[in-house]
């Protein structure tokens, strides 16, 4: 395991910048508003040639009881516990406040290794504040500027010991070696690769706010990794938590809650948003989680037909069935509404869960392994075209305007999801109606419900933009390279 620094500090010091600076990305969403991050954020960080895993947490607070600021606070100083080493931040141009000598008492008892950092200290505007921070008896302050990217020399020096130490006590372990294919040998090879260590299952859970994702997650991986409360909107950035769940080795992205377009007006919450769209564009897999009191309202079918469009396997989960009374009466309303409602996911799997208690959990993960299944299927050519005599048969393409159109061969171009060609006549004129009953064949046919196919109709007479042309030989080119010279 890597050697973990955590960045700790009072809200709005500059800790996500910070992070965004090691990991070399902007992951972490970054504003002038104070008390964005609530969540901990795990990342790849590399200064020099040392590579480590940082942790950005939510800014400490001097709250303990039950309130949101009370379990961010928590949460931050379960990091700490966790981590190697803990960055300790505080802004140079504020200087030393009450709250951070509270801190600085808190960190020298939890914390094996704490460095301070002055960050906000370019210019003359931080002198002071670094002065002051020699009173918090924690050693000699770095002076940062994450936002310019100054002192990270600095800060390489002081953790390159640490991270060394770290690695002298860290027991090796055997090599593991990683046989699987790679996505495009699978796909050369016609089979299909489940996850593995180098490669994990990448899941997005998505829905409205306060459908319960975060808790569900946290079910899933077995502990309290992620903020959780009866306040909607509490995640606001798309974290990811990598587990093994039950022997699948997976990366799950929790989401910030997607509301109605029309009543997202904070800046905040539209960065949060477009954070969660990005995450369903990473996925494999998105689980589209629903309330069980009121399921399938406008959001909820625009949030499955967006990752139906980004070419997603989409499972839906209705959670919170624990408080459902007639359970019956309420799945056959359910599925009924699913197949009227959301028509482009026919056969996509309904499952019900309670994220409080764990009912499903175990039947939410055999539906998204049999969903990345499918989204990874590939079809012999030849099974192809015999099944697509038979549908030809049963149900001959129109002829529109008079004029027949024929489709001669049909063969899979690529997977993940499943994406065909039909080599044919006219393609232009062959209507939408037409394509759906090929796709809703291939689904039937081929056992391949919910995922999202792509169906290409091509001409064998479209013309060859490249046909005809001679190759410019090396006289030729000299020519032209001369003439644009002397241009």
């Known amino acids: 395991m890597s050697f973990t620094l ?66 961010m606070r928590r949460l931050t100083e379960r990091a700490v516990e966790m981590a190697d080493a803990c960055l300790f931040v505080i802004d140079a141009r504020a200087g030393v406040l009450p709250a ?18 002055a960050n906000k200290a370019e210019g003359r505007a931080g002198e002071a504040g670094l002065l002051e921070a020699y009173a918090l008896g924690l050693g000699e302050p ?58 994990p299952l990448q899941i997005a ?10 808790t569900l997650i946290n079910k899933i991986i077995g502990e309290d990794r992620l903020l959780t409360g009866p306040e909607a909107g509490i ?71 967006l990752a139906e469009r980004e070419g997603r396997a989409v499972v839906v989960a209705v959670n919170k069935w624990d408080l459902e009374g007639e359970k019956q009466a309420k799945l056959r309303d ?8 959301l028509p482009q996911l026919r056969g996509a799997p309904l499952i019900t869960v309670s994220a409080l208690t764990g009912r499903g959990i175990d039947r939410l993960r055999d539906a ?25 048969e049963q149900h001959p393409p129109p002829a529109p305007q008079g004029k027949r159109i024929k489709l001669r061969y049909m063969t899979q171009a690529k997977t993940r999801p499943p994406g065909f060609v039909v080599m044919c006549s006219h393609p232009q004129l062959l209507p ?26 091509r001409s064998q007479n479209e013309a060859n933009p490249f046909k005809g042309r001679k190759k410019a030989g090396p006289s030729k080119l000299r020519k032209h390279l001369g003439a644009k010279r002397a241009e």
């Open 142 to 199: 770095l002076r940062l500027s994450a936002e310019h990217g100054e002192g990270m020399g600095e800060l390489a020096t002081t953790l390159r010991p640490l991270i060394e130490a770290a690695a002298e006590t860290t027991q090796t372990n055997e090599p593991v070696v990683d046989v699987t294919l790679s996505e495009d040998e699978a796909e050369e090879e016609g089979e299909y690769q489940p996850p593995s260590r180098a490669r």
């Open 205 to 214: 859970v998505v829905g409205r706010p306060n459908a319960g994702k975060s």
């Open 6 to 71: 955590a960045i700790v500090g009072r809200p709005n010091v500059g800790k996500s910048t910070l992070f965004n600076r090691l990991v070399g990305k902007r992951l972490a969403l970054v504003d002038d508003q104070p008390g964005v991050t609530r969540d901990l954020r795990e990342g790849a960080a590399r200064l020099g040639d040392l590579k480590f895993t940082v942790i950005d947490t939510a800014g400490l607070e001097n709250a303990t009881d039950e309130s949101l600021q009370g379990r």
């Open 432 to 457: 939408a109606s037409y394509s759906r009953y090929l796709v809703n064949g291939l689904r039937e046919d081929f056992d391949m419900p919910g995922t999202p196919i792509r169906l290409f109709m």
């Open 368 to 392: 998204i392994l049999k969903a990345h299944e499918v989204w990874n299927r590939r079809v012999p050519t030849s099974a192809l075209n015999r099944w697509l005599v038979g549908m030809l």
């Open 100 to 117: 951070d000598e509270i801190f600085a008492d808190i960190l020298r008892r939890k914390s094996a290794h704490v460095i301070l950092a």
């Open 235 to 305: 995640t606001r950035d798309a974290i990811s938590v990598t587990t093994d769940w039950e022997g699948t080795p997976t990366r799950i992205f929790d989401t910030a809650g997607m509301r109605k377009k029309a009543k997202v007006q904070d800046k905040l919450e539209k960065l949060s948003v477009s954070d969660g769209l990005r995450a369903v564009k990473f996925a494999e897999v998105v689980v589209v989680l629903l309330d069980v009191d009121i399921p399938f309202e406008q959001q909820d079918l625009r949030i499955a037909d």
């Open 334 to 341: 359910l599925k009924e509404q699913f197949n009227r409602l």
